[in-house]
């Protein structure tokens, strides 16, 4: 089991490290621009997840060992505290931990019950067995409110907790049915990926571009990226000057679809979660 738990958490490891090396990516960052950031660039990112290798695998075992969800928070609360001692207080990585986090935890649950990995049932998994509790821990007192609580409470609009309540709708009926379609059309590794992020970007109410841009900056790159889709997004002869462009148009307004990222890194971890079948699991029958 502990072999399962090292291979979970290198997988976690990995999807950070092909987002953040996925190039021309609007307004984030990526090996040849820094995207709207001043204060982190791609070496950021790598020292970041450098930092919270274990974290992953960790969660996976919370969810093996039958533990709660105030475990898995405990053991966010000190990746968080590694990721900004290792970047000098800069925040990169924040969404992933509390997304991945729980998505491994699920899959120990998962795993514990079941003795294999479904990853396409993880989402609702999270949802039933700590959807609650999610949404409760972001209003305890002492909680420090998060630039997603301030949006919720000017625009309304949903968050990272919502999304996780509800069993990431975004993440399991956009990202990664994008993802895998758009590798079954043919296209590179970095085509698809690109092609999954920005499909997310057009379906999320990313709360990261809504605190930069409001709600006028939040509709301006969902309608951006539906007409890079419109034009052949990454399937058109020209597919990387047109997104190039793109980056350069977000890079002006200063926008940055993180929470997009975040459900980018996720979906890759889930892609990567199906093929440990084969090596650790027994066909199991579920509850349709």
């Keep these: 089991m502990k072999q399962l738990m090292l291979q979970i958490d290198a997988l976690a490891c990995d999807a950070l490290r092909q987002e953040v090396m996925l190039e021309n990516k609007p307004g984030l960052v990526c090996p040849s621009r820094n995207g709207s950031h001043a204060d982190m660039n791609c070496a950021t990112f790598q020292t970041s997840i450098d930092a919270l290798q274990g974290y992953f695998g960790a969660c996976f075992k919370t969810g093996l060992d039958g533990k709660e969800f105030r475990d898995l928070q405990r053991l966010g609360v000190v990746a968080e505290k590694a990721m900004f001692s290792a970047t000098l207080g800069v925040n990169t990585h924040k969404g992933a931990i509390f997304l991945m986090g729980l998505l491994a935890g699920a899959a120990g649950a998962q795993y514990r019950e079941h003795g294999c990995l479904e990853p396409m049932r993880l989402g609702r998994l999270v949802a039933a067995k700590w959807g609650v509790n999610i949404l409760l821990a972001g209003v305890q007192p002492g909680v420090q409110p998060t630039h997603g609580r301030h949006v919720k409470n000017a625009f309304g609009l949903p968050g990272a907790r919502e999304q996780a309540a509800q069993g990431f709708p975004v993440l399991f009926a956009t990202t990664v049915p994008q993802l895998r379609w758009a590798l079954s059309e043919g296209v590179n590794k970095e085509q698809a990926n690109l092609h999954a992020l920005v499909c997310t970007m057009a379906k999320l109410p990313d709360t990261n571009l809504a605190h930069r841009g ?75």
Aim: a positive charge; hydrophobic letters at 45%.
């Design 214 to 288: 409001g709600l006028k900056g939040l509709r301006w790159a969902q309608r951006r990226v539906e007409q890079f889709l419109a034009g052949g997004g990454v399937f058109a002869p020209a597919w990387r000057r047109n997104a190039v462009a793109m980056c350069s148009e977000f890079e002006s307004r200063w926008l940055s679809p993180g929470g997009s990222a975040d459900l980018l890194s996720a979906a890759l971890f889930v892609q990567s979660l199906a093929a440990l079948n084969t090596k650790f699991s027994q066909p199991v029958e579920f509850n349709r």
